[in-house]
């Protein structure tokens, strides 16, 4: 599943603690930018906590609605 822009900011994110939070984990913002998201596993193995909160709402949000 690929973990969006819109998908970080729903989740609490913002583009400037973006650029930070790739910086410290490591991750290839440039990537991020041209793919249109990043990987969500590997968004979540980073153990962050809101990055695990992003990933969760947007499984979330992506799963049919059950009648």
């Given at each position: 599943m690929l973990i969006?822009?819109?998908?970080?900011?729903a989740?609490?994110?913002c583009a400037p603690g973006l650029r930070?939070?790739?910086a410290r984990y490591g991750l290839d913002l440039?990537?991020?930018i041209?793919?249109?998201?990043?990987d969500a596993e590997?968004?979540?193995g980073?153990?962050?906590a809101l990055a695990i909160n992003i990933v969760?709402?947007?499984q979330a949000k992506s799963e049919p609605e059950a009648n």
């Open positions: 969006t822009m819109e998908d970080i900011r989740g609490g994110g930070a939070f790739f440039k990537a991020f041209r793919d249109g998201g990043i590997l968004l979540a980073t153990g962050d969760r709402l947007a």
